[in-house]
């Protein structure tokens, strides 16, 4: 079979492979960043679907226009602050990340990148061959003096970021877009975790900074539940354009059901409870991760405490190769990312782990396993 060069870039997702080994009997994994089932609000969304079918009738489950349902496009601009004419909802704001790649890069287009940053942001983006230029980040994000003196695109999530969880500083965020102005960069900003802050609300977003120059990705799959697939972009009319054009050539419409069912969570204020209710849930698991942290492996890593988000950050010794560091988590019973797919440079030894979808009563258990992996690893080498 005779395939296209942009076939050859494809890769598949560690994630998606290391779900699989740690379905395995006994396997506690700390790697899939996916949400916790009990934050699914089954009654609401059995009674919502009710509703969609008996008030939208057919029309719930016909084709539908490409920029998506009215009322989920209504609550997305009020949020941020623009007409309803400005949103697209997405099958999932991964659909975003893929539609901006495809309309916005040729191959060998310079492309910002955080240092680390999500993979699957990079897999999106890797079959259009562009030329990444990795921007390295601290505590406080991305470092702005570090940002180059060109680019097409830079892909940056600024809150709670995944994997490092990091929040991008607000005294940086206005040098980030003053920056992209400079260099006609066009800036997609992925926020799909920025509604789950465990001590402040995030500063205002990258697009509230300049609405031309910023897409902005969204997403209800962790806040609602992940299989109804609804993400969203928000962007200026000529951007928007272009991706409604891209999505009618891969979908036609984000799934109508799904975003009916939605709309009638939406009228019937449930968004903001269950906003509510998964911070505070993910903040007793980040929590209890911590606490098991600083027990375990406080002297061997290092870490930093995430304000909200699912992920903590792991940084090992020079030196550390966490993919063997991970068979022999797996022989203990625990499953881990290694950090090195995060990566489009250089990358240093590092794991992420997931606090999110982890019973809360099996977090230590799995921070110790990973602990004995790793002493096992040291007197291996």
């Known amino acids: 079979m005779r395939f296209s060069q942009a076939r050859a870039r494809m890769r598949s997702s560690l994630i998606r492979e290391l779900l699989k080994l740690a379905a395995r009997p006994g396997?506690?994994?700390?790697?899939?960043?996916i949400p916790a089932p009990e934050l699914?609000?089954?009654?609401?969304?059995?009674?919502?679907?009710?509703?969609?079918?008996?008030?939208a009738g057919p029309a719930a489950l016909q084709y539908s226009p490409t920029e998506g349902h009215p009322v989920v496009r209504r609550w997305v601009a009020e949020r941020l602050g623009?007409?309803?004419?400005?949103?697209?909802?997405?099958?999932g704001s991964q659909q975003v990340l893929d539609l901006v790649a495809r309309v916005v890069l040729d191959p060998g287009d310079p492309v910002v990148v955080e240092s680390p940053t999500y993979m699957g942001g990079l897999l999106a983006m890797n079959p259009l061959a562009p030329r990444y230029r990795p921007v390295p980040a601290d505590a406080q994000g991305l470092r702005p003096e570090e940002l180059p003196g060109e680019a097409k695109l830079a892909y940056l999530l600024p809150n709670f970021q995944n994997p490092t969880g990091a929040l991008l500083a607000a005294e940086r965020r206005?040098?980030?877009?003053?920056?992209?102005?400079?260099?006609?960069?066009?800036?997609?900003?992925?926020?799909?975790?920025?509604?789950?802050?465990?001590?402040?609300?995030?500063?205002?977003?990258?697009?509230?900074?300049d609405r031309e120059r910023v897409v902005y990705a969204g997403t209800f799959s962790k806040l609602v539940a992940p299989g109804l697939r609804i993400g969203y972009a928000v962007a200026a009319p000529p951007v928007l354009?272009?991706?409604?054009?891209?999505?009618?050539?891969?979908?036609?419409?984000?799934?109508?059901?799904?975003?009916?069912?939605?709309?009638?969570?939406i009228e019937a204020g449930e968004l903001a409870p269950l906003a509510e209710q998964v911070r505070g849930f993910y903040r007793r698991r980040r929590d209890r991760m911590v606490a098991a942290l600083k027990r375990y492996l406080a002297e061997d890593v290092a870490f930093s405490?995430?304000?909200?988000?699912?992920?903590?950050?792991?940084?090992?010794?020079?030196?550390?190769d966490t993919r063997r560091l991970l068979e022999m988590a797996l022989e203990e019973g625990v499953a881990f990312v290694?950090?090195?797919?995060?990566?489009?440079?250089?990358?240093?030894?590092?794991?992420?782990?997931?606090?999110?979808?982890?019973?809360?009563?099996?977090?230590?258990?799995?921070?110790?396993?990973?602990?004995?992996?790793?002493?096992?690893?040291?007197e291996a080498t």
């Open 27 to 33: 396997v506690l994994s700390l790697a899939g960043g």
């Open 40 to 55: 699914f609000p089954m009654e609401a969304l059995k009674a919502a679907t009710r509703r969609a079918l008996d008030r």
């Open 82 to 91: 623009v007409d309803p004419d400005w949103v697209l909802v997405t099958s």
């Open 174 to 209: 206005p040098a980030v877009v003053d920056w992209a102005r400079e260099v006609d960069a066009l800036v997609l900003e992925d926020d799909p975790y920025g509604h789950i802050h465990f001590d402040a609300p995030p500063p205002p977003p990258l697009f509230s900074h």
């Open 241 to 265: 354009e272009a991706l409604i054009q891209a999505k009618q050539a891969a979908d036609l419409h984000t799934n109508i059901l799904g975003q009916t069912i939605l709309a009638e969570l």
């Open 305 to 320: 405490v995430p304000g909200g988000g699912m992920f903590l950050w792991l940084r090992f010794p020079p030196g550390t």
């Open 338 to 378: 290694p950090g090195e797919p995060f990566f489009a440079g250089e990358a240093y030894p590092s794991a992420r782990l997931t606090f999110a979808s982890v019973p809360e009563d099996a977090i230590e258990e799995g921070v110790r396993r990973l602990a004995r992996a790793y002493r096992r690893y040291l």
